[in-house]
């Protein structure tokens, strides 16, 4: 198995995804795209840093840890991207951890990717199909956080992997 020693060996990598991946969904809009490690600040100082922290009063004082955060930013409004990185395999205290942060923060996107697997998430999520464990939002828009593989060899998503394939 292809892993690696610390977690946040993952983050540059994750970064350049997330950036691309941004990139790609937001190019033909006026708007600016941020992509930072943040796994060692809380996400309100880190909002604050980028000027968005007024379309996102409710997290102050949260002390809510994103590994890597996602920021398009336009003139009077911005979106928010989560990505919560693990090197071991995935459980049901990680997707916890994470859907509290989306119930909290409300981001566009989140993902729970683990260089190591699913784990013990992959029978809730694939056998049980309790896809329904991932869902997050208000009122008539439901969102979806994404659980996988991060393929430390291609340093991406292992798109196989993704739950729920959306």
């Known amino acids: 198995m292809n892993n690696v020693l610390l977690e946040k060996d993952l983050y540059p990598y994750m970064c350049v995804w997330l950036q691309q991946r941004l ?37 102050v004082g949260l002390g809510i840890q994103i590994d890597v955060l996602g920021i398009v930013k336009w003139q009077h409004k911005a979106s ?3 990505i919560e990185a693990k090197k071991t395999h995935l459980n049901l205290h990680d997707l916890g951890q994470l859907w509290a942060y989306c119930k909290l923060c409300d981001p566009d996107e989140a993902f729970l990717l683990s260089s190591a697997g699913l784990g013990s ?8 199909k309790r896809t329904d464990l991932l869902s997050f939002g208000e009122g ?8 996988g593989k991060w393929d430390t060899t291609r340093n991406t998503v292992d798109n196989n992997s993704l739950i729920p394939k959306i």
């Open 23 to 59: 990139e790609d969904r937001f190019k033909n809009e006026n708007c600016s795209i941020i992509v930072e490690d943040v796994s060692t600040i809380n996400l309100d100082t880190a909002l604050n840093t980028y000027g968005v922290l007024e379309y996102y009063p409710n997290i």
């Open 80 to 82: 928010l991207f989560f």
């Open 121 to 128: 998430l992959s029978k809730i999520l694939n056998n049980l």
């Open 140 to 147: 008539k828009i439901i969102k979806y956080m994404q659980v």
